[in-house]
C-alpha cells in the first residue's frame, strides 16, 4: 500500500483500531508514549489504555487543562501562552516537548483546541485544533479545523492524534 492510500485508510479506521495499531507499532520498537492533553482531556490515553497490556509501551499522561496547568506540569513558559494563546502552534509544540522533558518516554502527543460549544474567536472558531508529536530530535505540529459539536471536535482530535503518531512510526 502506498504512503498516500495508508495515510487515507488510517483516517478512515476507528480509535479503536488505530490505538491496536499503535500499540503493535511501539511494542515493536520497545518504545514508551506520553500524552499531553487539554481540550481531550485525557481521552487519547483513555483509547490507549483501554487496550490490555498497554502498560508495556503506555507511559503516563498529562491532562493540563488550564494554563496553569500547562506551565506547571509541562513547563509550558506562560509569557508563550500569553503571547500566542494557549491554542496555538508554539504552545502545542511546547506542550509535546515538555511531556517528554517530564516522562521517561520516546514519542509524545500533545493536543490543544476549542471544543465548544464556546470559546470560539474570529481567529480561532470552534474546532480548531492543534496537535504536536515530539521525540528527542524532533517535534512536528498541525493545524485541523473539525466540524460537529463538542463530542465531534475532541474524537476527531484524539483520531487524529493516533493517525499522526502512526504516520511518524512508520
Known sequence: MNQ???ASSLSHATVTDLAARLAQQMLVRGQMLVTAESCTG???AAACTDLAGSSAWFERGFV???N???TDLLSVPAALIAEHGAVSEPVARAMATGALQHSRAHISVAVTGVA???GGSASK???TVWLAWATPHKVEAALHHFSGDRRQVREGSVQQALVGLLQRLA
Open 125 to 127: 472558531p470552534v474546532g
Open 64 to 66: 493540563t487543562y488550564s
Open 42 to 44: 485525557g481521552l487519547i
Open 4 to 6: 498516500a492510500a495508508n
Open 68 to 70: 496553569e496547568a500547562k
Open 116 to 118: 465548544g460549544p464556546g
